[in-house]
């Protein structure tokens, strides 16, 4: 459960956006669609080991 602590006086738009900050950084969105869009183990592998040559030719156009 999220607890957000709002001052007196303060004004809701802002204990809103504080709640909403507090909201993404819990990854409830991120998981949620994660979960409605099932990947096979054989795709995710296969997405990593792309983004890892992305990287790698990255890190070797740096140099």
């Given at each position: 459960m999220i607890v957000v602590p709002?001052?007196?006086?303060?004004?809701?738009?802002?204990?809103?956006?504080?709640?909403?900050?507090k909201y993404e950084r819990t990854g409830?969105?991120?998981e949620l669609r994660?979960?409605?869009q099932f990947?096979?183990?054989?795709?995710?592998n296969r997405k990593k080991?792309?983004?890892a040559i992305y990287v790698q030719h990255?890190?070797?156009q740096e140099d």
């Open positions: 709002v001052k007196d006086g303060e004004n809701i738009e802002r204990a809103l956006k504080k709640f909403k900050r409830v969105v991120k994660a979960r409605q990947e096979k183990p054989s795709v995710i080991m792309m983004k990255l890190h070797a």
